[in-house]
């Protein structure tokens, strides 16, 4: 199965700032086939991007997804208040399906 | 909207089997797949089967085979995970997820406990 690794673990970051966190898989991920989502402390994770690249309806375009093969990228252009939570990558071109051990964004 | 609601916490003892439901409305259920992801304190988010939207049929995790079920009643909207044998290990948030581009919608997940 593919394992996905994230980086950083925790990004303490102020408000207004732009972060971009890494996702890198241990072979290569097919068609692309990558997402990201957002999950706050005690709620469902939230879809953000999908194929690599493709932002979901009402996702704001401050959210932005690169990359393909075994290195992504989750760019937030400039955080805002309610961005600060954890973000999960993973892959769904690979059965079984597999997920990123996350990265935590906290407030500086 | 989409909306994906799942049945309630449950503390079960090892060795005990539960059975979560998570229950489909704002979409036509046969015309998408649903997964079973959890997830345990501290760890990451763990795959653990899929359900075809029309057919029913059903691929599970090589970690789960032999101790998981899913199905599906259509008439009720509705999907069902039975996980067998469980253990402390078992504890976990667990969630149905429909399958679109990636996991697009979400239920609100169940909380299992497994203590004795």
């Known amino acids: 199965e593919i394992v996905l690794t994230q980086s950083p673990g925790t990004l303490s970051v102020s408000p207004g700032e732009r972060v971009s966190l890494s996702c890198r898989a241990s072979?290569?991920?097919?068609?692309?086939?990558l997402a990201w989502y957002q999950q706050k402390s005690g709620q469902a994770p939230r879809l953000l991007i999908y194929?690599?690249?493709k932002r979901v309806t009402g996702i704001a375009d401050r959210f932005s997804g690169s990359g393909s093969g075994t290195d992504f990228t989750l760019t937030i252009g400039s955080l805002e208040p309610e961005d600060f939570a954890v973000y999960f990558c993973?892959?769904?071109?690979?059965?079984?399906?597999?997920f990123g051990q996350g990265t935590r964004l906290e407030i500086k | 909207q989409v909306q994906l609601v799942q049945s309630g916490a449950e503390v079960k003892k090892p060795g005990a089997s539960v059975k979560v439901s998570c229950k489909a409305s704002g979409y036509t259920f046969t015309n998408y797949a649903m997964h079973w992801v959890r997830q345990a304190p501290g760890q990451r988010l763990e795959w653990m089967a899929w359900?075809?939207?029309?057919?029913?049929?059903?691929k599970y995790s090589q970690k789960f085979q032999a101790r998981i079920t899913v199905t599906r009643d259509t008439s009720a909207n509705t999907d069902y995970m039975e996980l067998k044998n469980l253990t402390s290990e078992d504890t976990a948030v667990y969630y149905c997820?429909?399958?679109?581009?990636?996991?697009?919608?979400w239920g609100q997940g169940t909380l299992v406990t497994v203590s004795s």
């Open positions: 993973q892959q769904y071109g690979n059965p079984p399906l597999t």
């Open positions: 194929g690599a690249s």
């Open positions: 072979q290569s991920v097919s068609g692309t086939y």
């Open positions: 359900i075809n939207g029309d057919n029913g049929n059903t």
């Open positions: 997820a429909r399958a679109r581009v990636g996991l697009d919608s």
